[in-house]
């Protein structure tokens, strides 16, 4: 079984037929993971493995997908939500970061005789980079998108496009892996990064819970943070106007 100090994990959920891996690399990541993050994250960490494993289990897209990387990468994919300070960048999106620090965490801990090499390490990061967007994740390799499904599952529950998970799955993943107060720490550390490194939420779906929200996750200038997002995605836009013609012209081909 995985190592915990704080959760008992059983090897097998038998509602859901779903076995976690259990080998010493897993162990080791889940530590991490409770070491630099809150209780809170861990467990949605734990509830995306598992839903994940229920997505490889049921869904033929996933059948070539390596289980032990994609559990693994469920375990370490919200290191960017880290409360260690000294882990979060000021200038990258948390999904950026997470990506980058749980791939320096598997180069430094993949056991010697391992098979996994450079592909696995571009997986992992691809699969937490792109962990928030499925409109790429669902297109790449079968370990990013199980990756994406068991962390959407999370989210959505029973109600996940597709069917994939039972409302008794559901129940049975939540009742091992409590919530507690996930919603609102989620609502927390994203108004965080609204508050701390604007520049890293206005093109993403981060922007919208800061301007539901504000910066203090009570709506505390929400207002003024839609502006500041809206006012930036306009520059952005003026740019791209302003190179509209050059555009064109070369779609055109004029310059051959």
């Known amino acids: 079984m995985f190592a915990s100090t704080s959760l008992n994990l059983p090897n097998e959920l038998p509602i859901s037929g779903i076995k976690f891996p259990t080998n010493p690399l897993m162990s080791s990541a889940l530590a991490y993971t409770q070491k630099h993050t809150s209780p809170t994250t861990v467990s949605h960490c734990l509830r995306s493995a598992a839903f994940a494993l229920i997505g490889l289990k049921k869904n033929p897209a996933f059948a070539t997908a ?21 882990l979060v960048s000021k200038d990258k999106r948390f999904e950026v970061d997470g990506a980058d620090l749980a791939r320096s965490w598997l180069r430094e801990n993949l056991p010697k005789d391992s098979t996994w090499g450079h592909r696995d390490e571009q997986l992992l990061w691809d699969a937490i980079a792109l962990h928030t967007t499925p409109s ?118 004029d310059d051959r």
């Open 66 to 86: 390596d289980q032990d990387l994609v559990v693994l990468t469920c375990l370490l994919h919200d290191l960017g939500w880290a409360t260690t300070p000294s």
């Open 136 to 253: 790429i994740a669902f297109h790449k390799e079968a370990e990013v998108g199980a990756v994406c499904l068991g962390i959407s599952a999370d989210f959505f529950g029973y109600k996940l496009p597709g069917g994939l998970i039972s409302a008794e799955e559901h129940q049975e993943i939540v009742a091992t892996f409590p919530r507690m107060g996930f919603h609102d720490e989620v609502v927390n550390i994203l108004c965080g990064f609204c508050r701390e490194k604007p520049e890293t939420t206005y093109d993403n779906f981060v922007a919208v819970v800061g301007s539901v929200f504000g910066l203090d996750g009570k709506g505390g200038d929400a207002g003024g943070f839609e502006k500041r997002a809206k006012e930036h995605n306009g520059v952005v836009m003026t740019v791209l106007k302003a190179n509209e013609e050059e555009e064109k012209a070369w779609i055109r081909g």
